[in-house]
């Protein structure tokens, strides 16, 4: 254990202590930076007391002219300490709307979360958390906003060990420690909001409050907390009015204004949804409880994310554009993606689904609906148009453009969930193969 700062060296080990399991694989979201740089030395070192593997992934935004040096550092310093090292590199949306920082952010939340680690464990400091609750007031935002960030967020399985630690004790400890590290020269840009706030707004504050840091930080630990008791509302008020991932209208009518509105926004939260502001989110509100029984509601939660209603529910809906799409062939695969639509699945059976000696090697055809479609899928009963099964079945209106339709040559033979067209059934004893069409669906927890 360096001398330098042992109080800093304790307080990691102790979180490590708390947070982690022997044996648990942990990666190092690694910039090269002074703060990660210091983790990455810490956990090293902690790799035998706490029986920990560690590995580093570095995410190559190819943002600056000295992105590949800086790749190349960090393997360098990975190798010196024995430490599997992975380089991620992404292609960051710079028409997105949201801005560079924003875009670069989501780019590397996306490949750190996507290697298979027990967690991912970032450098973000006091000093950071200072930084972020004073953007968010700036930015009008609510309870969740003004929490910050969490040491532990279990739900995005992220560890974040040196968030009681002052920015000045990490670089006292690098000095100490010997240490080298990157410096960015992005950082140093008061073009971008953070580093504004850093360089302009803080030491400003600073000269009439010193300890300002660590009390904005201390603030948004007081707003986490509060935010904690609100989620455990929303948990006591979503056992009555969730049903299945869906909202059940009748019973969030039920609620005060104040708890309807939480209850939505830990539900939107539960998909990893971007938070929208009061104004929206009371509109979204009251569009759900007021809107009429028959109104077909379609309310944008984020870029074809959609909130809907159905039968006295609200649902969340996936619904990116299918205009353009080709022709798709199917060959007799387990699984068909569907582009923007979700995946086809199939099953063999006997005496269900389609007759497999029908199909004499030819292959089916996915299409989409063009209008004026009919199936027949019971012998007993007349042909009847794809709205009028739809309606039978319960499908929803948004889901029913969207549906794969199977064909043999002209034909249809075969639609997801209402069955096989007469004539075209497994006999007794005859194997016969069913496609499930799983829609897509908002992803639970997303960066």
Known sequence: MPTGLPELVRRVY??????????????????GGLDSRVLLQLLAEARPSHNIVLEAMHVHHGLSPNA???????ATECEKLDVPFHCARVDVEKQSGLGIEASARRARYAALLAYPADYVLLAHHQDDQAETLLLQLLRGAGAK???????HDASRRLLRPLMDVSRSEIETYAKLAGLQWIEDESNLDTRYDRNFCRHEIIP???????AVK??????AAHIAEAMALLDELAVIDADAVIVDGNIRVASLRTLSDQRARNLLRWWLASYGLPMPGLPRLQEMLHQLCHAGDKALLKVQVHEYTYLRRYQGLAYLSMEPPLTGLATLQWQGEQSLRLPANGELLLRYDVTAGLA???LQGRSLTIRYRSGGERFKPDARRPTRTLKQLSQEFNIAPWLRERMPLIYLDDELVLVPGFGVAAG????PGEQGVLLDWQPLQPSAIMP
């Open 14 to 31: 102790r979180f490590l202590s708390l947070h982690t399991q022997p044996g648990q694989r942990l990666l190092l979201a690694f910039s």
């Open 68 to 74: 590949d040096d800086w790749s190349v550092f960090c």
């Open 214 to 219: 660590s009390t904005l930080a201390r603030s």
């Open 204 to 210: 400003l504050l600073e000269q009439r409050y010193p």
């Open 424 to 427: 075209w059934q497994a006999q």
């Open 356 to 358: 497999i000696s029908r």
């Open 145 to 151: 906003g003004l929490a910050g960030m969490a040491m």
